[in-house]
């Protein structure tokens, strides 16, 4: 059980894999201000940096799970560079059915609600984490334009229009699910270009070591078009954010 190779080569050198910036990462744990000690669950968390930096500024301990190998050695790693290894634990393993064993204050899941199929099955998943009082907080694309046609739809990642929401009827799906919106801080053009543009770096020094890789054809396709296809769609249609959430 483990990440595609491709991923990982991609983002190879993100400390987040979505399109948030440190800046904003840090806005979000400032705006939540949590209090020194608190509990967090932290779904598909990548390389750890949410857990990593929040719990350095905020003294916070916790969990991080996700499927890639990788990421998690990479976040154990990180957890050492910022002195916090001994306030939180990274797991490798698969994030759809990981429940804490004791309730937490934070229970995350950021830019990977496929683990619940959905945001829907996502925030019932993280509920089952929860303590009484605590924040969910969910990371999850929304149509910043309607999209026009199906060129659109796909070149931002999805299938169908219907795949993603635009951000009023998205915070309206979260009321609909018995949660209150406590707070958001959404990607702007610039946090998608960090996220993209540290993509096609990757790519590139990647093919530049490894011109005789079987995935070298793929990803020199990748590269060739990926630039335009970001500024053409991603980047106009689709937007991104993060959601505090709290039942109600």
């Known amino acids: 059980m483990d990440l595609p190779r491709i991923f990982t080569i991609r983002e190879s050198s993100h400390r987040i894999h979505n399109p948030f910036t440190s800046e904003k990462l840090a806005t979000l744990g400032e705006a939540l201000s949590p209090p020194p000690g608190t509990r967090m669950l932290d779904l598909a968390c990548g390389t750890g940096e949410m857990l990593c930096t929040w719990a350095r500024d905020h003294q916070l301990t916790g969990t991080g799970v996700d499927i890639s190998t990788v990421s998690i050695a990479t976040a154990r790693?990180?957890?050492?560079e910022l002195g916090v290894a001994d306030r939180v634990e990274f797991a490798h393993g698969d994030a759809s059915g990981h429940v804490s064993?004791?309730?937490?204050?934070?229970a995350a899941c950021i830019g990977a609600t496929w683990i619940g199929d959905g945001p829907a099955?996502?925030?019932?998943?993280?509920?089952?984490s929860l303590a009484p009082g605590?924040?969910?907080?969910?990371?999850?694309?929304y149509w910043r334009l309607d999209p026009p046609d199906q060129t659109t739809i796909e070149a931002c990642h999805a299938t169908t229009k219907d795949d993603f929401r635009p951000l009023p009827e998205l915070l309206e799906q979260f009321g609909e699910l018995g949660c209150d919106v406590v707070e958001m801080v959404l990607a702007d053009h610039d946090a998608w270009d960090r996220f993209a543009a540290a993509q096609w770096?990757?790519?590139?020094?990647w093919l530049d070591a490894n011109p005789d890789d079987e995935l070298a054809p793929v990803l020199r396709a990748e590269l060739t078009t990926?630039?335009?296809r970001h500024v053409r769609?991603?980047?106009e249609y689709l937007g991104w954010g993060v959601?505090?959430?709290?039942?109600?």
């Open 226 to 228: 990926a630039p335009a």
């Open 77 to 80: 790693t990180r957890a050492v």
């Open 233 to 235: 769609y991603q980047r």
């Open 134 to 141: 605590g924040t969910i907080l969910i990371g999850e694309p």
């Open 201 to 205: 770096l990757n790519i590139r020094r």
């Open 243 to 248: 959601f505090a959430l709290m039942n109600r």
């Open 101 to 106: 064993d004791e309730p937490v204050g934070i």
């Open 121 to 128: 099955g996502t925030v019932e998943l993280l509920r089952r």
